[in-house]
């Protein structure tokens, strides 16, 4: 079985290294065989959010858009957290692909005591 690795990403466009590292890794992961979720709170909730856009370049030169891509293309998921979800007015026809708002608390609990790594970003 696949280890099940939660990436916790409380930032977007406010802190572009922290985001471009947690979808890079989160990419490789995937790509390595473990199944990645990034549980998205706070400023993170902002990354799934179409109308947010995501053409900020990195200083490796990739726009965050294309490094979320990545991440998707490569099998990881999305999960936000409903109350900051609910804060930003981010509903299932703003998500981008591969993200989905989690139903309530037991759903991010859950999450969080089935993983077997925790990062935070």
């Known amino acids: 079985m696949a280890q099940r690795i939660v990436i916790h990403l409380t930032h977007a466009a406010d802190n ?4 471009a590292m947690a979808l890079r890794l989160g990419a490789t992961l995937q790509a390595k065989g473990a199944q990645v979720t990034l549980l998205l709170d706070l400023e993170g909730a902002r990354v799934v959010d179409t109308r947010q856009p995501l053409d900020l370049v990195t200083r490796r030169g990739k726009a965050l858009s ?3 891509d990545q991440f998707v293309q490569a099998g990881g998921t999305s999960l936000v957290c409903p109350h ?3 804060a930003i007015g981010l509903s299932a026809e703003t998500l ?3 993200a989905a708002i ?3 608390d037991e759903a991010l609990a859950q999450l969080i005591l ?3 790594k925790i990062l935070d970003y």
């Open 16 to 19: 572009l290294t922290a985001t």
């Open 66 to 68: 294309e490094l979320y």
């Open 84 to 86: 900051c979800a609910g």
């Open 96 to 98: 981008r692909p591969g």
């Open 102 to 104: 989690a139903a309530d």
């Open 114 to 116: 089935d993983a077997d």
